[in-house]
């Protein structure tokens, strides 16, 4: 559909993704240019995005209407039009919702252009809060370089409204591949950590009053304790004057500092029911599919932690540059609802496909 030579998209499209919204339908995918359907979406609809955006420079899509980005010749130009995207982003988003960017880096004429960041720091500058830089190790990449360092990983950035937003840790964490042993004379964690070696270093100390002293053994105790008890299964203690400290000296920069000038000593513990992942994720980018010359496809694995902690079961989850639909696909399998938006005919109908695929036409569980 066209509208003074400019593609918009269709009503039919609209009003799949308001059923999504309204619950009456689990998925949706629209044709068209995802600002004009977001200018077309009411605030504060969405729970959770996920998207990738045509790197600058380095995607050349099928897309026959509307307007594409990446292929504008000032770099500047190209992060003033994804910051007017999130910025409707942004309204279409809960309060408490979350948004996760990926964007690869480029090299022109030899300079790394550092597009992600840029990216990044105009969103900050537009009120977004940047909560973590995850690093996707693609465990692969160009090899044919001669004269600078292979390059493997890309950015994920995990966008927030507000500094109160919905973060499922539970649901994430990864659990530990060792328990801690206990018997009737000895409590070692698993590690190896039983608390012998701290005891000597505070009963040794000069740095230690001899109330910190009594206070740091007692602390010790009760962390053997919860170690027993199945509550943790590691910890490390660093102890004034013993071990260093974490990232800084400084009590007015450091909490972990504050905490051992005021008790001379502190902990750092490994619950039982698991840690959070790291802001290192190593996935392949590979996808069954990528049928074509459409090389930014979403590996699902990349996928399912974001949805998990960032969405509730049955919230909406968007990708306004869905490509093949996977996105819309994980969360489908994670029993959230999905909408897609993209400018390509081909991808869209490709979405399609695979959605009845995944689903064997189970359409009771899409409808």
Same mark, same amino acid.
């Given at each position: 559909?066209?509208?003074?030579?400019?593609? @918009?998209?269709?009503?039919?499209?609209?009003?799949?993704?308001?059923?999504?919204?309204?619950?009456?339908?689990?998925?949706?995918?629209? /044709?068209?240019?995802?600002?004009?359907?977001?200018?077309?979406?009411?605030? #504060?609809?969405?729970?959770?995005?996920?998207?990738?955006?045509?790197?600058?420079?380095?995607?050349?899509?099928?897309?026959?209407?509307?307007?594409?980005?990446?292929?504008?010749?000032?770099?500047?130009?190209?992060?003033?039009?994804?910051?007017?995207?999130?910025? #409707?982003?942004?309204?279409?988003?809960?309060?408490?919702?979350?948004?996760?960017?990926?964007?690869?880096?480029?090299?022109?004429?030899?300079?790394?252009?550092?597009?992600?960041?840029?990216?990044? /720091? =105009?969103?900050?500058?537009?009120?977004?809060?940047?909560?973590?830089?995850?690093?996707?190790?693609?465990? !692969?990449?160009?090899?044919?370089? %001669?004269?600078?360092?292979?390059?493997?990983?890309?950015?994920?950035?995990?966008?927030?409204? &507000?500094?109160?937003?919905?973060?499922?840790?539970?649901?994430?964490?990864? %659990? $530990?591949?060792?328990?801690?042993?206990?018997?009737?004379?000895?409590?070692?964690?698993? @590690?190896?950590? &039983?608390?012998?070696?701290?005891?000597?270093?505070?009963?040794?100390?000069?740095?230690?009053?001899?109330?910190?002293?009594?206070? =740091?053994?007692?602390?010790?105790?009760?962390?053997?304790?919860?170690?027993?008890?199945?509550?943790?299964?590691?910890?490390?203690?660093?102890?004034?004057?013993?071990?260093? @400290?974490?990232?800084?000296?400084?009590?007015?920069?450091?909490?972990?500092?504050?905490?051992?000038? #005021? %008790?001379?000593?502190?902990?750092?513990?490994?619950?039982?029911?698991?840690?959070?992942?790291?802001?290192?994720?190593?996935?392949?980018?590979?996808?069954?599919?990528? !049928?074509?010359?459409?090389?930014?496809?979403?590996?699902?694995?990349?996928?399912?932690?974001?949805?998990?902690?960032?969405?509730? $079961?049955?919230?909406?989850?968007?990708?306004?540059?869905?490509?093949?639909?996977?996105?819309?696909?994980?969360?489908?399998? /994670?029993?959230?609802?999905?909408?897609?938006?993209?400018?390509?005919?081909?991808?869209?109908?490709?979405?399609?496909?695979?959605?009845?695929?995944?689903?064997?036409?189970?359409?009771?569980?899409?409808?």
């Amino acid at each position: 559909m066209k509208e003074n030579g400019k593609a @918009t998209v269709s009503a039919p499209a609209l009003d799949m993704i308001s059923q999504v919204i309204r619950g009456e339908r689990r998925y949706a995918f629209a /044709l068209g240019d995802c600002l004009d359907v977001l200018r077309k979406m009411p605030d #504060e609809s969405v729970e959770c995005v996920i998207t990738s955006p045509p790197y600058w420079k380095m995607r050349d899509y099928d897309v026959r209407n509307g307007s594409l980005i990446g292929d504008e010749e000032d770099p500047k130009d190209y992060v003033k039009k994804l910051v007017i995207i999130f910025n #409707e982003i942004k309204r279409v988003l809960k309060s408490d919702g979350s948004l996760w960017l990926n964007l690869g880096d480029k090299f022109h004429n030899k300079n790394l252009m550092g597009m992600p960041w840029r990216v990044a /720091l =105009a969103m900050q500058d537009e009120g977004w809060i940047l909560r973590a830089d995850i690093i996707w190790d693609q465990m !692969k990449g160009t090899q044919s370089v %001669k004269d600078r360092m292979r390059d493997v990983y890309e950015h994920i950035f995990h966008f927030v409204k &507000s500094r109160k937003y919905y973060f499922n840790a539970d649901a994430i964490r990864v %659990k $530990p591949s060792k328990s801690a042993v206990v018997t009737d004379s000895r409590t070692i964690s698993a @590690t190896g950590v &039983s608390g012998v070696k701290y005891r000597e270093q505070i009963l040794k100390s000069e740095c230690l009053s001899e109330k910190e002293k009594e206070n =740091a053994l007692k602390a010790l105790d009760d962390m053997l304790n919860r170690v027993r008890s199945g509550e943790l299964v590691d910890f490390r203690m660093t102890i004034r004057g013993q071990q260093r @400290t974490y990232h800084s000296d400084s009590v007015k920069i450091s909490g972990r500092a504050k905490e051992l000038a #005021e %008790k001379g000593y502190f902990f750092i513990t490994m619950k039982a029911d698991g840690f959070l992942p790291s802001d290192i994720w190593r996935i392949v980018p590979e996808d069954k599919w990528r !049928k074509d010359a459409h090389y930014a496809v979403f590996p699902e694995e990349l996928l399912f932690t974001p949805i998990k902690a960032t969405s509730r $079961p049955d919230g909406i989850v968007l990708d306004p540059f869905s490509g093949t639909g996977s996105t819309v696909a994980a969360a489908l399998k /994670l029993g959230r609802r999905g909408i897609g938006i993209d400018l390509s005919e081909t991808y869209v109908k490709i979405s399609e496909e695979r959605i009845h695929s995944d689903f064997n036409g189970s359409y009771g569980l899409l409808f």
